[in-house]
């Protein structure tokens, strides 16, 4: 039976004396002595403390594990892990079944998230850049057609204009 530590703290004696017995393993007839019994009292008591202490310390455990998972950003669900989808393998399998593994998993799930959010931002420059060349790709048949007429003027600013994005959105080093 599993108590609070409130519950252990206030056990007595005569609650758990059949247990407390049964642990003494006297032989048939044999009788404990108060000084046992109170002895082996102590100790039941004092193995049950450990062992809620022990339980609240892994709750804690999971608890902080769980915390730092759910800090991730969107609980990490990440592209490219493997796992369709990762909030609840980690939940579910990781913290649920494999508890020992909890921290292992979280922490190569956060090195491939600082990985993946490292790229995303080194690359940040190209994003920026197609977004601009989105805006004026409109202007590029007409360019093209314009030229091919002999008039370059609307394919000079096009490339004016896809000049000046590279030089707002440089490649880095």
């Known amino acids: 039976m599993n108590y609070t530590l409130e519950q252990i703290n206030a056990l007595k004696l005569e609650d758990v004396e ?8 006297l032989e ?3 009788e404990a002595t108060e000084e046992q019994l109170q002895a082996e009292f102590e100790a039941y008591k004092a193995e049950l403390i ?6 609240l310390a892994e709750i804690a455990r999971l608890d902080a594990l769980k915390e730092r998972f759910e800090l991730m950003p969107d609980h990490g669900r990440i592209q ?3 796992i369709q989808n990762p909030a609840k393998h980690f939940i579910d399998n990781v913290l649920g079944a494999e508890p020992e593994a909890a921290e292992a998993e979280l922490s190569r ?3 491939h998230y600082k990985e993946v959010s490292d790229k995303f931002e080194s690359e940040s420059w190209l994003r920026n850049r197609e ?4 805006k004026i790709d409109v202007m590029l048949m007409e360019a ?7 008039r370059p003027e609307k394919m000079e ?4 204009i896809r000049a000046q994005i590279k030089l707002d959105n440089p490649k880095p080093e």
């Open 18 to 25: 059949s247990i407390i017995l049964m642990r003494l393993e």
């Open 28 to 30: 048939e007839g044999e």
């Open 50 to 55: 450990e062992a809620e202490e022990a339980r």
């Open 80 to 82: 490219g892990m493997g």
């Open 109 to 111: 799930m956060e090195a």
């Open 131 to 134: 977004a601009e060349y989105a």
């Open 144 to 150: 093209i057609a314009e030229k091919e007429a002999g």
């Open 157 to 160: 600013a096009y490339l004016a």
